[in-house]
C-alpha cells in the first residue's frame, strides 16, 4: 500500500489560487468518493478540511474546494492568504478497507 | 462538543512496552470508528489502523501489522495503541482520530514517544 503522490511543495502570492494534486490509483483514490484533505500547522494536529471529495466541513472557508478524475484528486486554494501556509496531506479509503495518506505538500505564500 | 484526549507524552527503553489512550466525549463512541496516525520527526502522516468499538472489529496497514496492537474500551470510551517491544525508530507523534465516514473529522493532540536507551 503505497503513499498517494502529492507535490512536495506549492506556493503563491496572497491573492493568488494554487492547486494540490493527489495521484493514487483504480485501488484508492479512482476507486471511491472518500478523498479527504487534512490541514497541519507546525506542531499542531491535523485539520480536516474537505471530505468526501469535495465537501466542507462547517467552519472552513470556501476558499477550499476539492475534485477528482480518475485517478487524481485536487485541493484549491483560492484568494491565498498568510494563514494558509501549512502542511497539506490528502487521504483516500482503499480497496483493503484501510485508509492511504499523500506524501505532503508543503504551502508557501511569498 | 467531539473530543479526543491523548494520553502524555511517553520516554522509553528500546525493548520496553508502551499502551498509550486515547479518550472520547461529544459522540457516541461504540458506533464511530477510532484510528491511529503516526508522525515522524520531520515526516508525513501515516495511517496505521483503525478500530470499531462497538465489536472491535480492527484493520490494520500492512506497514503497521504485527508491530502494534489496537483495541478499544467501550465501557470508558477509550482506544488504546500498545507495543509489546519498542525500536528507537517508533520515536514519533501518534494521533488518534474519530474516523465518521470515510475521514477524520475530529483528532486528538497527539502523544509524543521517544524511545532510547
Known amino acids: 500500500q503505497s503513499a498517494l503522490t502529492q507535490p512536495a511543495s506549492v506556493s503563491g502570492s496572497p491573492g493568488q489560487s494554487i492547486i494540490i494534486s493527489c495521484t493514487g490509483t483504480?485501488?484508492?483514490?479512482?476507486?471511491?468518493?472518500?478523498v479527504s484533505w487534512y490541514q497541519q500547522h507546525p506542531g499542531k494536529a491535523p485539520k480536516l478540511m474537505i471530505y468526501?471529495?469535495?465537501n466542507r466541513p462547517s467552519g472552513v472557508s470556501n476558499r477550499f474546494s476539492g475534485s477528482k478524475s480518475g485517478n487524481t484528486a485536487s485541493l484549491t486554494i483560492s484568494g491565498l492568504q498568510t494563514e494558509d501556509e501549512a502542511d497539506y496531506y490528502c487521504s483516500s479509503y482503499t480497496s483493503s478497507s484501510t485508509y492511504v495518506f499523500g506524501t505532503g505538500t508543503k504551502v508557501t505564500v511569498l | 462538543e467531539v473530543q479526543l484526549v491523548q494520553s502524555g507524552a511517553e520516554v522509553r527503553k528500546p525493548g520496553e512496552s508502551l499502551k498509550m489512550s486515547c479518550k472520547a466525549s461529544g459522540y457516541s463512541f461504540p458506533t464511530e470508528w477510532i484510528g491511529w496516525v503516526r508522525q515522524m520527526p520531520g515526516k508525513g502522516l501515516e495511517w496505521m489502523g483503525i478500530?470499531?468499538?462497538?465489536?472491535?472489529?480492527?484493520r490494520y496497514s500492512p506497514s503497521f501489522q504485527g508491530q502494534v496492537t489496537i483495541s478499544a474500551d467501550k465501557s470508558i470510551n477509550t482506544a488504546y495503541l500498545q507495543w509489546s517491544s519498542l525500536k528507537a525508530s517508533d520515536s514519533a507523534i501518534y494521533y488518534c482520530a474519530r474516523f465518521s465516514g470515510g475521514y477524520g473529522a475530529n483528532w486528538g493532540q497527539g502523544t509524543l514517544v521517544t524511545v532510547s536507551s
Open positions: 483504480s485501488s484508492d483514490v479512482g476507486g471511491y468518493n472518500y
Open positions: 468526501d471529495v469535495s
Open positions: 478500530i470499531y468499538p462497538g465489536d472491535s472489529d480492527t
